[in-house]
C-alpha cells in the first residue's frame, strides 16, 4: 500500500496501480476516451490529464501507476486541458452517430461543456465499401484512439485491423487491403464493442432506423450458443416486437462484455418467417396441417396412449435437449417417468 | 472424478500457468472461453495443445502433439509413464486422497514415450517435455470437449485424463483441475436435470430406495424401475421393435446421429411421433404425427447452467409468434391431456421442484440469480456456490478418488486399401450442430455456407484436386460431395468435415458403434475414400 494526495484529500491505493482505477474508486471522475480496463495502458488521448507535483507536463491518469507520496490535482490546469482537447477531438468529428451506439465523445463534451471552436478543412474522410455485413466503419466518427486496433491484437489476437495513414488521412482499416469479410475477421465484435464513438457499429437490416439507441429496451439473459454462457443483452424494440442488436457489460460474468459472432449477430432466427406458429397435425392426406392447440394437444396424448397400451410404457422413448431450459428438461424427464411410465429419456447431444 | 462437470471455473483461466488442452478446438467451439486462454498465455502461461488438426490455438501454444485420432489414451498413458518413471507425481496427494493408483502404475509401464511416437506420431521428446512441464506447475489446467468424448473409448478416454490429473494432485484448488468443456449451451442443465436414462434429477440414484420414495411422494407417481433406453439403443429399438412411439423437444436426429440412413430407416417404422420445435426439420417434417410450435430462448424465462456449472437466468424479452408456447407450457400442457393434473404456473415453480429435491441445488433460487449466476453444488441459501470441486478433498464416497487403468483400444474403422483415409468431424465456430439457427442467419453465413472438408495439400495433389473443387467422399455407409479445402491443418490421411451442412451431412458417412458405457457414437473416426466428382 502506499499513500498519496488527491486534490488535497489523502488516500490509499496499491503501489502500481492504474491512477484512473484509484482515482475511480475514491469517487474522482476523470474522463477516458483511449483507455480499456481490458487493454494495455496506452495514453493516447490525453483526455484523463492529471497534475502531479513535480513532473514537468500532466500526466495521462490511465497510464501512469500510482507511487508513494505522489500529489495529484485533478482540477484547475488539468481541467482545461480536458476541455481543449476535447474541442479539438470535436473539429474533426463530423458524425456523431453512423450507427446509433452511444457516443462517449459526445457525452464528455456535454460535461465539460465542450464545443468544436471550428470544423477542420480536411477533416473529411474517405469511407470505403466493405462486404462485412454485420459492420461497419465511418472514418468521420473515429477520433484515431486505436482501441479497436488494440483488441484486435491483444484480446481476440486476430490482426485484422490496422491504423493506417498520418494526420488528415488516417483511418482504421482492414490489414493488407482487403475487405474486412476476407481478413482474419471472425465477426465477434469485440473490436465494436470498445469503440468509444460509435464509429465501428453494426449495421441493421434494410430499413431499420439507426438512431433509436434511446427506445432500446434491453433484456439481460444468457447467450443460446454454447457452454460459455455468456451474458448478453438483449437490445429490443418494443414497437415492432423485434431484437434490434446484442449487447454485453465488462460486469457481467463470465464473459466480462466479450462475445463471439453468435452470441453477438446469430439472434435473427428468432425472427424467422419459417418459424412455426400454429400446431400441426398429420392428416389423412398424409401432409402436416394447421390446427388448434386442443385439437392438436388431444391428436399427441390419444396417440402416445395408443402406443403404451398396446406396447406397455417400455416403448416410448423421450429427446429432451440442451437447448432448452433446466426447467424444461426436468419437466421432460418427469413426463417420461411420472406420466409415461419409463426411464428413457436421452438426447442428441449428451455431451 | 465422480461428475460429468468442469471442476473449475472459467475466470480462473486467466491464472493458469500451464494449459494442455486435447480435443477442443477451443477458439471455434468455445471463443470467449479462449479468449480467456489466450490472456494467460499473453501472460506467460504456456499451452501445450494435443489436436490431429493444426487448430488456431496451436499459433500460440509452446507445443502442439498432433496425434493420430483416437491414440489419446496411448498418448496419456505415455505422459504418464514419463511422470511416474522421473519420480514427478505428487505422493502426498496420492496417498491421502486417491485409491487403485497402483493399477495404473503397472498399466503406465506398457506405454513408454519411444513406442507412443509410434502409435500416435507425437515426438517422444515432445511428451516428455510435457510430462515434466505439466507435473512441476501448480496452477496447471486440463481442458478437454468433444474431441475426445467423441470416440468409441470416450470413458476410456476421460478417466485416462482423470488419472494424470490425481496422480499430480492437480485439483482442488483455484487454476487447476479437469475441464470438460461443455458444447450446447445447456448440456451441464440437461445432465443436471436428469434427462438421462440413468438417474435422477440432480444425479441422483434410481436404485436408492430413499431416494426413489423422495421423488414419488413429490411426484405422487411410481418411478419406473425398469432401466430406461439410451439414444442409441432408442435407434435400435425402432429398428427391432422395441421402440414404437418418440416425442421429440427440438431434436433433430435424422441430422445430428450417425450413420443418418440408418436412424431414418428406423423413423419410418415409428408408430406415433410428438414433436416440439422452432421450424420443421427433416425428422418432423417427414415422420411427426403432431408437431407443437415452441419458443426460442429469447421468448421464455427459465436458466441455462454453464460448463462451469453457472446457473444463469435466460428471461423473457419477447413474445412468441403466433400461437406458439414456451416449451415447458408445451409440456405442462400435454402432460395435463394425459391427466396428470399438473399446476406449475411460472418456470420457478419448477426449478424449485427441482431445488427442493437435488440436494447440491438447494440453495440455489432465482431471487438469488438476478445479479450474476450461481455455481452448484450450492446446499443452503448462505452458500456462496462452489468456483472449484473436490476441496479440501475429493467430493466422493470415503472421500478418496478412484484411478482407473485404461488400456488403448484402436478406433473400431480403421482405414484400409478401400478406405484409405481417416475422416474426423467437428463443428465451427459459424454454426451450431444441425444449423438449424445459425443457416439463416445472412451476414453469419457470408463467412462460411458451401459443404466443405479440410484435406492437405500432398493428397490433394496424388488426388488431383485443386482449392475448392468439388470432391466425392465415400464411407461402407454412404457417400456425400464437398468443395476440397486445401490446409496444413490436417496432416497427410486425415480429412475433416463439419457436421453443419444439410445437404452433405457427414452422419450418412460415419457409423454408429458408440462407446459401449454411454453411448456416445464415435463421430471422429471413420474410413473414407475420396474421388473427384
Ligand atoms: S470483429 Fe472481432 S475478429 Fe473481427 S476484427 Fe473485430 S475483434 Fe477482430
Ligand atoms: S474506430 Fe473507434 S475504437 Fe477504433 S480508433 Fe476509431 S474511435 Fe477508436
Ligand atoms: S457468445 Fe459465443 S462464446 Fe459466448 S456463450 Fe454465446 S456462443 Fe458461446
Ligand atoms: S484515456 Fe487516458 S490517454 Fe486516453
Redesign the interface.
Known amino acids: 500500500m502506499v499513500e498519496l494526495t488527491v486534490d488535497g484529500r489523502t488516500i490509499q491505493a496499491t503501489e502500481g496501480e492504474l491512477l484512473v482505477h484509484v482515482l475511480a474508486r475514491n469517487g474522482v471522475f476523470v474522463p477516458t476516451l483511449c483507455h480499456d480496463a481490458k487493454l494495455d495502458p496506452y495514453g493516447g488521448c490525453r483526455v484523463c490529464v492529471v497534475e502531479v507535483e513535480g513532473a514537468p507536463r500532466p500526466v495521462p491518469a490511465c497510464a501512469t501507476r500510482a507511487a508513494q507520496g505522489m500529489a495529484i490535482s485533478t482540477n484547475g490546469r488539468a481541467e482545461k486541458l480536458r476541455r481543449t482537447l476535447t474541442e479539438m477531438l470535436l473539429t474533426e468529428h463530423l458524425n456523431a452517430n453512423p450507427g446509433g451506439r452511444p457516443n462517449e465523445l459526445v457525452g464528455l463534451a456535454e460535461e465539460l461543456g465542450a464545443e468544436a471552436p471550428f470544423i477542420l478543412p480536411d477533416a473529411k474522410r474517405e469511407p470505403y465499401e466493405d462486404?462485412?455485413?454485420?459492420m461497419g466503419y465511418d472514418p468521420d466518427a473515429c477520433i484515431l484512439c486505436n482501441r479497436c486496433v488494440r483488441y484486435t491484437q491483444?484480446?481476440?489476437?486476430c490482426s485484422a485491423l490496422s491504423l493506417e495513414g498520418r494526420g488528415p488521412e488516417a483511418r482504421i482499416v482492414p490489414t493488407w487491403d482487403r475487405s474486412w469479410?476476407d481478413t482474419e475477421c471472425?465477426?465477434?465484435g469485440g473490436c465494436l464493442s470498445v469503440c468509444p464513438t460509435g464509429a465501428i457499429y453494426e449495421?441493421f437490416e434494410e430499413g431499420f432506423p439507426a438512431n433509436r439507441e434511446v427506445q432500446l429496451?434491453k433484456?439481460?439473459?444468457?447467450?443460446?450458443?454454447?457452454?460459455?454462457?455468456?451474458?448478453i443483452d438483449?437490445n429490443?424494440d418494443r414497437e415492432t416486437?423485434?431484437?434490434v442488436k446484442v449487447t454485453s457489460d465488462p460486469s457481467?460474468?463470465?464473459?466480462e462484455g466479450?462475445?463471439?459472432?453468435?452470441?453477438r449477430?446469430?439472434?435473427?432466427?428468432?425472427h424467422?418467417p419459417?418459424?412455426?406458429?400454429?400446431?400441426?397435425?398429420?392428416g389423412e392426406d398424409g401432409e402436416?396441417h394447421e390446427t388448434s392447440?386442443e385439437h392438436?394437444?388431444?391428436?399427441?396424448?390419444k396417440?402416445?396412449?395408443?402406443?403404451?397400451d398396446?406396447?406397455g410404457?417400455?416403448?416410448?422413448?423421450?429427446?429432451?435437449?440442451?437447448?432448452?431450459?433446466?426447467?424444461?428438461?426436468?419437466?421432460?424427464?418427469?413426463?417420461?417417468?411420472?406420466?409415461?411410465?419409463?426411464?428413457?429419456?436421452?438426447?442428441?447431444?449428451?455431451? | 472424478m465422480g461428475r460429468g462437470a468442469s471442476t473449475n471455473s472459467i475466470p480462473e483461466i486467466d491464472d493458469d500457468r500451464f494449459l494442455l488442452v486435447i480435443g477442443s478446438n477451443t477458439t471455434e467451439a468455445h471463443p470467449v472461453l479462449a479468449l480467456r486462454m489466450k490472456k494467460a498465455v499473453r501472460n506467460g502461461a504456456t499451452l501445450v495443445v494435443a489436436d490431429p488438426r493444426k487448430i488456431w490455438l496451436t499459433k500460440i501454444a509452446k507445443r502442439h502433439l498432433q496425434l493420430r485420432p483416437g491414440t489419446d489414451v496411448w498418448l496419456l498413458n505415455a505422459i504418464m509413464h514419463v511422470i511416474l518413471e522421473e519420480g514427478l507425481q505428487d505422493e502426498e496427494y496420492i496417498r491421502a486422497h486417491t485409491e487403485d493408483f497402483e493399477a495404473v502404475r503397472e498399466i503406465v509401464k506398457r506405454y513408454p514415450p519411444e513406442q507412443a511416437e509410434r502409435m500416435t506420431g507425437v515426438p517422444a521428446e515432445d511428451i516428455r517435455a510435457t510430462a515434466r512441464e505439466y507435473a512441476a506447475e501448480k496452477y496447471a489446467a486440463v481442458f478437454y470437449t468433444l474431441g475426445i468424448t467423441e470416440h468409441a473409448c470416450a470413458v476410456d478416454n476421460v478417466w485416462s485424463l482423470s488419472n494424470l490429473v490425481l496422480m499430480t494432485g492437480h485439483l482442488g484448488y483455484e487454476s487447476t483441475g479437469l475441464n470438460a468443456l461443455r458444447g450446447q449451451n445447456n448440456v451441464q442443465g440437461l445432465n443436471d436435470a436428469g434427462a438421462n436414462p440413468s438417474y435422477l434429477p440432480g444425479y441422483q440414484s434410481l436404485t436408492d430406495p430413499e431416494v426413489v420414495l423422495k421423488f414419488e411422494e413429490r411426484w405422487g407417481a411410481k418411478v419406473p424401475q425398469t432401466p430406461g433406453y439410451r439414444l442409441d439403443q432408442m435407434i435400435s429399438g425402432l429398428h427391432d421393435g422395441r421402440i414404437k412411439g418418440l416425442y421429440l423437444v427440438g431434436e433433430n436426429p435424422a441430422h445430428t446421429e450417425p450413420n443418418a440412413h440408418h436412424v431414418e430407416e428406423g423413423l419410418e417404422r415409428v408408430e406415433f411421433m410428438v414433436a416440439q420445435d422452432l421450424f420443421l426439420n427433416e425428422t418432423t417434417r417427414d415422420h411427426a404425427d403432431v408437431v407443437f410450435p415452441a419458443s426460442s430462448f429469447a421468448e421464455k424465462e427459465g436458466t441455462f447452467t454453464n460448463t462451469e456449472r453457472r446457473v444463469n437466468r435466460v428471461r423473457k424479452a419477447l413474445d412468441s409468434p403466433g400461437s406458439a408456447r414456451e416449451d415447458w407450457r408445451i409440456v405442462v400442457d400435454f402432460a395435463n391431456a394425459l391427466g396428470a393434473g399438473w399446476w406449475y404456473e411460472t418456470a420457478e415453480d419448477i426449478w424449485n421442484e427441482f431445488a427442493d429435491l437435488s440436494p447440491n441445488w438447494s440453495g440455489i433460487r432465482y431471487d438469488r440469480l438476478e445479479e450474476v449466476g450461481l455455481q452448484w453444488p450450492c446446499t443452503d441459501l448462505d452458500h456462496p456456490g462452489s468456483r472449484f470441486l473436490h476441496a479440501p478433498r475429493p467430493d466422493r464416497a470415503g472421500g478418496r478418488a478412484k484411478f482407473f487403468p485404461v488400456e488403448y483400444q484402436p478406433p473400431i474403422e480403421q482405414p484400409d486399401s478401400e478406405f484409405p483415409f481417416v475422416l474426423s468431424t467437428g463443428r465451427t465456430l459459424y454454426h451450431y450442430n444441425s444449423a438449424g439457427m445459425t443457416m439463416r442467419e445472412p451476414g453469419v453465413t457470408d463467412k462460411q455456407v458451401e459443404p466443405f472438408f479440410e484435406i492437405s495439400a500432398e493428397d490433394a495433389s496424388n488426388l488431383g484436386l485443386e482449392e475448392g473443387d468439388l470432391a466425392r467422399l465415400v464411407s461402407r455407409r454412404g457417400e456425400l460431395e464437398a468443395e476440397a479445402r486445401i490446409t496444413e491443418r490436417v496432416y497427410p490421411g486425415l480429412v475433416w468435415m463439419a457436421l453443419h451442412f444439410a445437404q452433405a451431412k457427414v452422419n450418412w458417412l460415419t457409423h454408429d458403434v458408440g462407446d459401449p458405457l454411454i453411448g456416445t457414437p464415435e463421430y471422429k473416426v471413420s474410413a473414407v475414400r475420396i474421388e473427384r466428382a
Not at chain 1, 252 to 255: E, T, V
Not at chain 1, 265 to 270: E, L, P
Not at chain 1, 274 to 282: A, M, S
Open positions: 462486404r462485412n455485413r454485420l491483444e484480446v481476440m489476437q469479410l471472425e465477426l465477434c449495421k429496451d433484456v439481460k439473459t444468457t447467450c443460446t450458443f454454447c457452454g460459455v454462457g455468456c451474458q438483449l429490443v416486437n423485434r431484437i457481467y460474468l463470465p464473459n466479450d462475445l463471439c459472432v453468435k452470441g449477430f446469430a439472434f435473427n432466427f428468432v424467422h419459417d418459424r412455426l406458429t400454429e400446431p400441426l397435425v398429420r402436416l392447440w392438436a394437444l388431444a391428436v399427441a396424448a396417440g402416445l396412449e395408443e402406443v403404451r398396446r406396447h410404457p417400455q416403448s416410448i422413448g423421450f429427446l429432451a435437449s440442451a437447448r432448452l431450459t433446466m426447467e424444461e428438461n426436468f419437466l421432460i424427464q418427469k413426463l417420461a417417468r411420472a406420466v409415461i411410465g419409463t426411464n428413457s429419456v436421452h438426447s442428441c447431444e449428451a455431451t
